[in-house]
Structure formats: structure tokens, C-alpha cells
T-cell receptor
């Protein structure tokens, strides 16, 4: 069974540009969450998608957005990049569904390391 | 207030010895799950072990066990017989309740170094 696949693995962008990151969850998983990891702030939740709907959102500016497709693949977009957006972006997929108590493990991809220069 | 607290920024352990990584949590939700993840230098978060708030027994997965003390709100990870490959960052995380609350809340992590 294939794991969570994130592309690209590494990315270098210039301030002001925009970037799109992709995440393919484990087959059958309908929940996809995105996290940002930086040395200063640690791991912070960005948003979660379930069945193409954003179900939960963290405390990030509107420059950060995402979407999920009917095949559960998800993309996140960051517009007008800032130096502080340099981070490891991790995607997690799980079977978690509405009504299920919150104890389903999440499987992570290897992440996309974004560097903004 | 932090929901997940890992008080040990770094830990050293001798190969083949056991080590305990501390984690305390804060929630008023009676239904929650506690997780431990390992993150090697490659960046991938590797799921290690899970403990549900209603589970009566401490979780175990191979060399990993979770010392769950609900009244103290602690969920310490015990790694037995440490191996050099265990050197990594370890994160404790919590997921609260059900319904639409799906995100994991992470601690700051503990860097474990295993010495030969």
C-alpha cells in the first residue's frame, strides 16, 4: 500500500512569488491535513480537508489556502511568499470521518521543504 | 496555555538501554487521542504509538510503550533497548474529541541521541 506522497520534495522561491504544493493521501483516506514546521514555531496546523471541504483551519493568514479534489488529493497554495514562509510543509492523511471520535492515527508524507529567498 | 508540553529538549541514552520521553497534556475534552511520532533528519513523521483516552491499558508497539497516567495528564513514551537508529526528534501530539476537530496538536519535541 503506497504511503502519503508529497511533491515536490524541495522548492526554492523568491519573495512575492506564489507556490503550490501537492499531497496524495493513502488510498481510501479521505481526510488530508497540512502542517507547517519551523524551528521557531514548531509544528503548526494549517488546515484539514475532508471530502473536498475544508473542515478545520488553523491560525494562518489568507495567503495560505488549499483545496481537495474528488480523488482526495490535496494542494496547498501560498501566495505572495515571505521569507518567514520558509519551512517544512507536511501533509497527513487519515481515515478520520465526521462523527468518529478523534483517535485515528495520521500518516505523514516526507514533506516539502520550501525555501524563500 | 500549551496543550502539549515536552520538557526535555534533548536526551542522551546509551545503546541497548531504555529511555523515557516525557509528555504532559491539557484538555477538558473527555474524548481524545494521544500520539507519538518520530522524525528523523529526513523530515518524515513516522507514527509510533497511539493511546485513546478511554483505553484501559497502556499501549505497546514492539519496543515502544506508552505510560499513560490519565489523572496526571501524562503520556510518556518508553523506548526499550535503544538502537542507534532511534536517534531522532520525537513529538507527542494530541487530537481532541470528534466531529470536525481533526487536527493534531504537537509538542515542541525531544531530540534523542543514542550513544554507541
Amino acid at each position: 500500500k503506497a504511503g502519503v506522497t508529497q511533491t515536490p520534495r524541495y522548492l526554492i522561491k523568491t519573495r512575492g512569488q506564489q507556490v503550490t504544493l501537492s499531497c496524495s493521501p493513502i488510498s481510501g483516506h479521505r481526510s488530508v491535513s497540512w502542517y507547517q514546521q519551523t524551528p521557531g514555531q514548531g509544528l503548526q496546523f494549517l488546515f484539514e480537508y475532508f471530502s473536498e471541504t475544508q473542515r478545520n483551519k488553523g491560525n494562518f493568514p489568507g495567503r495560505f489556502s488549499g483545496r481537495q479534489f474528488s480523488n482526495s488529493r490535496s494542494e496547498m497554495n501560498v501566495s505572495t511568499l515571505e521569507l518567514g514562509d520558509s519551512a517544512l510543509y507536511l501533509c497527513a492523511s487519515s481515515l478520520l470521518s465526521r462523527g468518529l471520535i478523534g483517535n485515528t492515527e495520521a500518516f505523514f508524507g516526507q514533506g516539502t521543504r520550501l525555501t524563500v529567498v | 496555555a500549551q496543550k502539549i508540553t515536552q520538557t526535555q529538549p534533548g536526551m542522551f541514552v546509551q545503546e541497548k538501554e531504555a529511555v523515557t520521553l516525557d509528555c504532559t497534556y491539557d484538555t477538558s475534552d473527555p474524548s481524545y487521542g494521544l500520539f507519538w511520532y518520530k522524525q528523523p533528519s529526513s523530515g518524515e513523521m513516522i507514527f509510533l504509538i497511539y493511546q485513546g483516552s478511554y483505553d484501559q491499558q497502556n499501549a505497546t508497539e514492539g519496543r515502544y510503550s506508552l505510560n499513560f497516567q490519565k489523572a496526571r495528564k501524562s503520556a510518556n513514551l518508553v523506548i526499550s533497548a535503544s538502537q542507534l537508529g532511534d536517534s531522532a526528534m520525537y513529538f507527542c501530539a494530541m487530537r481532541e474529541g470528534g466531529g470536525s476537530q481533526g487536527n493534531l496538536i504537537f509538542g515542541k519535541g525531544t531530540k534523542l541521541s543514542v550513544k554507541p
